[in-house]
């Protein structure tokens, strides 16, 4: 990263990716917890996986594994490593 301006680029994407999984997560966990989640009391007892519900399966356990494999993809393909320091830019005067 030679310019301010590259450093500028760079940490925009990697914002709006870090944006968007989060994002994602917040779909996910909110699509499983509401969308599978039994209505009423008169209900049936919902089927138990390894002693969970599949709402709670699906949003409390799975889906922060998932999304933390996920982050650390993001961090390792996607972030790149920069200095921080400001570096001057060479003039020819």
């Known amino acids: 990263m030679k310019t301010l301006s590259s450093r500028y680029r760079q ?20 699509g499983f917890a509401y969308g599978l989640a039994p209505e009423g009391i008169e209900q049936t007892p919902p089927t138990l ?10 949003a409390c356990v799975i889906g922060p594994l998932l999304f933390t494999l996920l982050c650390a993809l993001m961090v390792k393909f996607l972030y790149k490593d920069m200095p921080l320091d400001i570096e001057e830019e060479a003039s020819d005067e």
């Open 11 to 30: 940490a925009h994407k990697e914002a709006k990716w870090a944006i968007a999984l989060a994002l994602a997560y917040f779909a996910w966990w909110y």
């Open 49 to 58: 996986y390894f002693g969970l519900p599949l709402w709670f399966l699906m």
